[in-house]
């Protein structure tokens, strides 16, 4: 089994920072692409960034220059630093992983969530 486990979500004012990481488990072969998306109450599950195993990263319109992806291979960790944050950043925010469990087995793994709220 595969876990994945997010932190670094809470309660920040505008203009502030948070750090989110997320840490995957278990039986692991290797990983291909980790990413983050979120979600807001009554909106659609989007992107918010995407970064490869060969450290291509992906952003959103709306965070590019504010957010920055990164990853540890050697922890199995992805991380996203979130500066000048908004309000309209509030949401629940999902880490996600392509993970191999064998050579021959590969599959898409999601976190639990951790809430971002920005208040004005």
């Known amino acids: 089994q595969v876990q994945l486990m997010e932190s670094g979500g809470g309660l920040v004012q505008a203009g502030g920072s948070l750090r989110l990481s997320c840490a995957a488990s278990?039986?692991?072969?290797?990983?291909?692409?980790m990413g983050w998306f979120r979600q807001a109450p009554g909106k659609q599950r989007e992107l918010v960034a995407g970064i490869t195993s060969s450290v291509n990263t992906k952003y959103a319109d709306s965070v590019k220059g504010r957010f920055t992806i990164s990853r540890d291979n050697a922890k199995n960790t992805v991380y996203l630093q979130m500066n000048s944050l908004k309000p309209d950043d509030t949401a629940v925010y999902y880490c996600?992983?392509?993970?191999?469990?064998?050579?021959?087995?590969?599959?898409?793994?999601w976190g639990q969530g951790t809430q971002v709220t920005v208040s004005s």
């Open positions: 996600t992983a392509t993970i191999a469990t064998t050579a021959r087995s590969v599959g898409d793994y």
């Open positions: 278990g039986s692991i072969f290797s990983i291909n692409t």
